[in-house]
């Protein structure tokens, strides 16, 4: 038996799953939505002004965004390890492994754009956003929408029907 498996046969895991009061399963699902709100909304608010809308938006301060989708990613992070604790069969879901794939590579996307575009506090907003940091805001767009939809697909495909 998968240390997943065992943790899943757990009391704390078994209550959480099989428990009909709302701060079991309700609770951890409100705290994986919450935080992917958090993560994707603040991600692209980012991404939009990047791209050139609301420029009369000074960019500078929308790094401080950066806290906020840290947040969201950890919420998340702890959420889904204990949603994949209730249901560790979804492991071997393909929309699963696209999901995982997705979220590593919008986490790499992220820490490369804040890298690109934010690189310089002082001088945030004075200068044109290079393309690379268009394409990467365009690029991190398209990868959440991926996950999320990924995310969703996860009860569809495979075993997790």
């Known amino acids: 038996m998968s240390l997943l498996e065992w943790l899943s046969h757990t009391?704390?895991?078994v209550w959480m799953r099989e428990s009909e009061s709302v701060w079991g399963y309700p609770t951890v699902l409100f705290l994986h939505t919450f935080g992917l709100g958090l993560l994707?909304?603040?991600t692209a608010a980012i991404d939009l002004r990047v791209?050139?809308?609301t420029k009369r938006l000074p960019l500078a301060p929308m790094a401080r965004f950066f806290r906020f989708v840290w947040i969201g990613f950890w919420i998340n992070a702890v959420s889904g390890?204990?949603?994949l604790m209730m249901a560790?069969?979804?492991l071997s879901n393909p929309a699963f492994i696209v999901k995982m794939l997705l979220i590593a590579l919008g986490v790499v996307n992220m820490w490369f754009l804040k890298?690109?575009?934010f690189r310089d506090p002082a001088g945030v907003g004075e200068?044109?956003?290079p393309a690379g940091g268009r394409l990467l805001a365009a690029s991190s767009l398209v990868i959440w929408a991926g996950a999320i939809t990924a995310g969703?697909?996860?009860a569809y495909i495979g075993n997790g029907r």
């Open 127 to 129: 200068a044109p956003i």
């Open 11 to 13: 009391a704390p895991v």
């Open 88 to 90: 560790p069969t979804k």
């Open 51 to 53: 791209l050139g809308f």
């Open 152 to 154: 969703r697909l996860m």
């Open 40 to 42: 994707v909304g603040f």
């Open 115 to 117: 890298r690109r575009v």
């Open 81 to 83: 390890t204990l949603l």
